[in-house]
């Protein structure tokens, strides 16, 4: 567990177990805890016909991360004598998924926990899933007057929604539909705060950011308001400085940046009544608990704290009362609730292989023996020496295959012995005090290569988008020492399919510490905290579809059920997205392999065979099957 640092990144949610297999832990409703282990899932999984690469869902995360924001703002709240209450929304384009929704809305009833849409799509999901008209719609994003006019509509109805004003232009919208409609619209407005936070996802905020109105722009909206008698219309604010804020100094600089405008519309006339914070809660990716790029240096007890305390220090001292405290935390709802587990198919080593008739003797070429005396002559003191020799030789002689004075079988020999110069260098790394500059990369250039059934394209698309780090750990054999370390590479033919950064005992490694894979077991992998964004983002590159994907659901007893399941993409599913026609296809192959009995080729009953591999092929699963 702590080679891999799963307790640091793992939010007390995965652990492991004494069979040395990873565990999801759940608090059940009398506050037991319950483990199960992930190679079970896994099991019963692929016995159901839902085979690797998998996406677990597990509910209960979703639902406890739900009841963590919420009932830690309730405490914040009731310990600094907060006036007013918590309304979380969560946003739809974290993961639009239906079931993820379903399930939000269903453990949010109890906290009126709402939706966030930012378009017409997510609108209607947002009203046909939120039954619950205490929680609350935030509608952001460019709206035309056909989103403004559903929105109303669905106001008559009783739902609790509010419009966001992003740009200037939606204000005339906004005022022209709700006349026409004869309804009082909430209005939001989202304002660009001049506070710039640090982070990946920081375009959000600052002078520059493309979403918001500046100062300006929120007065002459006002006086708009106030021109059409709508300042009591306006009765929220919003910002969001960017996903992923890992300090907390940003998040208090930008809460009290709000607060500000706050009490200034306030003072204007407008009703206002909402703050909403928008999303940024980080997730610690990377167990650090710093103010690095992929982790926070916040609770989120602190992060609530901070939150009710910076609004009450800015408002109290203006006599604004206080308003409902909105966030829009998607990734830190989401993040641990997925988890993505595949297997390994092969390895590359880059180690020397067996090759008969390969020793050298005198009569080889002057080069292969000089490489061979390099590598004899290898001690910890001549390190560097070495290998720059080995290395230099090792060259010369592709040069001299290049020419054609040197044979295959003798190339062969060179790389053989380069290989086990470089090992044998690298293993007396650990002798030396002060490792040689030109040297420090060796243990990677010389890890192996473990080739895994996903596509990171697909599944992990902010891997390769945005170097994203992720948790990435064998979930089994862990009481096992791991004897390699590898990069993985996925099976798209693509070079950028590959991930070559890991968590563990510290922020970042090369590499990742693997086992030897065993002749009749699979090796399985889990990819955590991938529930935020990555789902429907990925693509379709080289065809790789969806993979499988079934909801866990944890039972007091410590029992589970597979709740929901959805089968991945068949092949002929991805073909017909990039608009092939399955059975036009099959219709040509079906002529060929007519044409091929006609000419004599094949036999009737070897085209029957011919044309039952093709069909099986085209509903199986886009990925590599056992
Ligand atoms: N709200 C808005 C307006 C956003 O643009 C985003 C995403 O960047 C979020 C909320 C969700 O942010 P996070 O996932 O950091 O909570």
Not at 226 to 253: A, E, F, W
Request: aromatic content about 8%.
């Amino acid at each position: 567990a702590e080679l891999y640092g799963i307790r640091n990144w793992g939010a007390g949610y995965f652990d492991l177990n004494e069979a040395g297999e990873i565990t999801v832990r759940v608090e059940t409703a009398s506050g037991e805890i319950r483990s199960v282990s992930l190679m079970d899932i896994a099991r019963g999984a692929t016995e159901r016909g839902l085979g690797l690469p998998l996406l677990l869902r597990i509910e209960n995360l979703l639902d406890a991360q739900i009841a963590r924001i919420n009932q830690s703002f309730a405490r914040a709240i009731e310990s600094c004598g907060y006036g007013n209450v918590f309304r979380g929304v969560f946003p739809i384009k974290v993961n639009q998924q239906c079931q993820v929704i379903e399930e939000i809305a269903k453990a949010g009833r109890r906290f009126n926990h709402g939706l966030e849409a930012g378009s017409k799509a997510e609108l209607i999901a947002a009203l046909s899933i939120l039954d619950n008209t205490e929680s609350l719609i935030i509608c952001n994003g460019y709206k035309d007057e056909e989103f403004i006019n559903l929105g109303l509509q669905a106001q008559r109805l009783g739902v609790q929604i509010f419009f966001v004003v992003e740009t200037p232009s939606e204000v005339d919208t906004i005022i022209r539909c709700a006349e026409r409609e004869q309804v009082r619209p909430n209005i939001g407005v989202r304002v660009k705060l001049a506070s710039k936070v640090g982070g990946y996802w920081n375009a959000t905020s600052g002078d520059r950011s493309i979403f918001g109105l500046g100062s300006n722009d929120l007065i002459a909206m006002v006086d708009q308001l106030r021109h059409h008698d709508m300042l009591d219309c306006l009765k929220l604010l919003h910002y969001h400085l960017g996903s992923q804020v890992p300090n907390i100094r940003d998040i208090r600089t930008g809460v009290l940046e709000a607060c500000r405008y706050y009490a200034d519309l306030v003072e204007e006339g407008a009703a206002m009544g909402y703050l909403d914070l928008g999303g940024g809660l980080a997730v610690d990716y990377d167990g650090s608990k710093t103010n690095y790029t992929h982790s926070k240096n916040y609770s989120l007890d602190e992060y609530c704290v901070d939150v009710v305390e910076a609004i009450m220090g800015t408002l109290d001292s203006e006599g604004v009362a206080h308003p409902v405290i909105i966030t829009e935390s998607g990734r830190a709802t989401v993040a641990y609730s997925s988890v993505l587990l595949f297997d390994i198919l092969d390895t590359t080593r880059f180690e020397p292989v067996e090759l008969e008739q390969t020793a050298l003797s005198d009569g080889d070429h002057p080069m292969l023996m000089n490489l061979l005396d390099a590598v004899n002559n290898i001690t910890p003191k001549n390190l560097q020496e070495s290998y720059n020799d080995a290395l230099y030789y090792r060259d010369e002689v592709r040069a001299l295959y290049l020419h054609g004075q040197v044979s295959l079988r003798e190339r062969a020999s060179a790389e053989n012995l380069f290989l086990q110069g470089a090992q044998k260098i690298r293993a007396l790394l650990d002798e030396v005090d002060e490792v040689p500059v030109d040297l420090q990369a060796l243990p990677e250039v010389l890890s192996d290569i473990y080739y895994a059934n996903m596509s990171v394209f697909q599944s992990l698309p902010d891997m390769w988008a945005i170097d994203q780090v992720f948790p990435l750990v064998p979930i089994h054999r862990l009481n096992e020492a791991p004897t390699r370390s590898a990069i993985i590479a996925d099976i798209t033919c693509d070079c950028d399919g590959k991930i070559d950064r890991f968590i563990g005992r510290q922020k970042e490694h090369k590499t990742l510490p693997v086992h030897a894979l065993k002749e009749s077991e699979d090796y399985i992998l889990g990819t955590f905290l991938i529930g935020a964004y990555q789902e429907t983002l990925g693509d379709l590159h080289n065809l790789f579809g969806d993979t499988n994907v079934v909801s866990v659901r944890i039972h007091d007893d410590g029992s589970f059920d597979y709740s929901r399941e959805i089968h991945g993409d068949s092949i002929a599913d991805v073909l017909s997205y990039v608009e092939y026609q399955p059975q036009a296809l099959f219709e040509s192959f079906r002529k060929l392999a007519e044409k091929a009995v006609k000419s004599g080729k094949i036999t009737p009953q070897q085209r029957k065979q011919i044309l039952h591999t093709y069909t099986a092929s085209m509903s199986g699963y886009t990925y590599f099957e056992k």
